[in-house]
Structures are given as structure tokens and as C-alpha cells.
């Protein structure tokens, strides 16, 4: 796999909420956090949120929301909306995950990199917390 695109050290805000019911458990996780690589450098806003859902079927989907506001590799500021959505059994947790992130951003030199290619995403539990790490998928002819 190449070095990843963008990566992202997610730092938890509070405890969040969790809710449980006859259908399943519902848990929001707020977050911020700092993010470095190539392209762009920045920070997580400190609102972004983590929404676990575990279904009747024991299956957890996590989807993370937030906005990262910086600069793009020229120096212009600019933002980028990031939905990241993984699945996963809730009775396996694991220190390592895969996720299917999504971006948006205003930045014109990040868009037609960032809105037309597709990503995967990884999540590793270190000793120094949470980091998320987002690559381009490479496709094979």
C-alpha cells in the first residue's frame, strides 16, 4: 500500500452519549483532532462526531463526520468534509479497522483529486491514541 493521502490523529472530546433499546444501542462519540500529510495540514473541528449504531443483528456501523479546516499543499486555506463509514460485528472489536470515506472540499487544487477518486481508510489504536489514515485505492488493469 502507498504512504497514506492524508493522516489524521483523533483526539475525544467527553464521554458522548449512548442510548440502548430493543432494536440495538446508539452511541455518539464527539472528537477534534490534528491532521498532517503532504497535501494538506490542519486540525479537526472540535465538533465533529462518531455515530455507532449496533443493529438486532449485532452488526456496529460506525460513521464518522467532521470538517478539517487548513491548508492545502499551496498554502491556501480551505476545508474538507470527510464522512467515514466502517462495519464491522460489535463483539470483535479489534485495535485496527477498514473503513469507505467520503470528501468534499473547497479547495480547487484538492477537488478533482479528492471528489473523483475513490479511498479506503484505516483506524490503528496506538499508545498515543487513535489515528486515522486514508489511501488511494490502487486499481490493477
Request: aromatic share 12%.
Amino acid at each position: 500500500m502507498k504512504d497514506p493521502i492524508l493522516e489524521i490523529k483523533i483526539e475525544m472530546i467527553g464521554s458522548g452519549f449512548r442510548m440502548k433499546t430493543e432494536l440495538g444501542e446508539v452511541s455518539m462519540i464527539p472528537f477534534g483532532g490534528k491532521v498532517e500529510s503532504e497535501m494538506f495540514s490542519g486540525i479537526v473541528e472540535p465538533w465533529g462526531v462518531d455515530t455507532q449504531i449496533v443493529n438486532q443483528m449485532n452488526i456496529r456501523h460506525l460513521s464518522a463526520r467532521y470538517i478539517l479546516t487548513g491548508k492545502d499543499r499551496s498554502g491556501s486555506e480551505c476545508h474538507i468534509y470527510v464522512e467515514n463509514n466502517s462495519w464491522q460485528k460489535a463483539d470483535e472489536f479489534s485495535l485496527t479497522f477498514k473503513s469507505v470515506p467520503t470528501f468534499y472540499t473547497d479547495s480547487p487544487l484538492l477537488a478533482p483529486y479528492l471528489h473523483r477518486n475513490q479511498f479506503i481508510g484505516t483506524g490503528t489504536v496506538q499508545e498515543d491514541g487513535l489515528w486515522i489514515r486514508f489511501y488511494e485505492i490502487e486499481h490493477q488493469m
